[in-house]
């Protein structure tokens, strides 16, 4: 069944999510835990979004982040490619290490921002691990602590207070509608036109075709991370669809 049509979000709040291929783990340990988040950190650099709640499990993760929908697709192409080129050394493995394309939902109110959040940091709780709040690899402890990788005022106006912050995650959140990483959307031809164009700037696409292989490849690998389908990268790069699917398959 083909995706829908990814929506931009008016308040550019989305919740995102990516998994391992084929359900692989893509933490092994708290060593690799750590990078990821250095490389959020890295990922934000230039950019004027920001997070507002993350979560690392054992094969997927979550985020809740504010920024331009194009912004967003520059800052997970960085963070997921950074963190995949790292794993895959570390781990002396090859090829692609995410199931596909990221996921997103907009988050467009202040009800659906505090169960986006819940969701997120509930996640551990709800795959038997330990309760949210006694879970390292999450940004509950941010908003109950020191704000150090996300920024905490508007989830925390939202909730009201750090009470409330607290109070609600002591209750599981329960709505089919909230985004998990079986479900997602896609661009249209012009969003991912733009969202290319600001990637990789318009000049690379117009000669991308006629890099040597190596180059060629990095830059369509570049393209695929940020969410943009291989059909379009073919029509706006002029490389044969075989190609862009051989390097996806990479």
Known sequence: MPRTMRIHSATDVYHVCNRGVQKRRIFDDDI?????????????????????????MGNHF???VQMEFEELAAFMSRLTGAYATYYNLRHNRSGYL???????QPIEDEAYLICAVTYVHQNPAKANICPANQYRWSSYAEYVGTPDLVDVELVLGA???????????ETPVQDDKLLDVDNGWRMSESESLKVARKLVGEHELAQVKEY???RRDAVVERLLQANISAGVISKMTGISKSTVARIARK
């Open 212 to 214: 040597p292989r190596r």
């Open 62 to 64: 979550h985020l809740v």
């Open 159 to 169: 909730f009201g207070s750090r009470d409330a912050f607290v109070r609600q995650h």
């Open 98 to 104: 995410f199931q596909g394309r990221y996921k997103s």
């Open 32 to 56: 690799d835990r750590k990078r990821f988040v250095t490389y959020m950190r890295q990922s934000l650099e230039g950019l004027d979004g920001c997070i507002l709640a993350w979560c690392l």
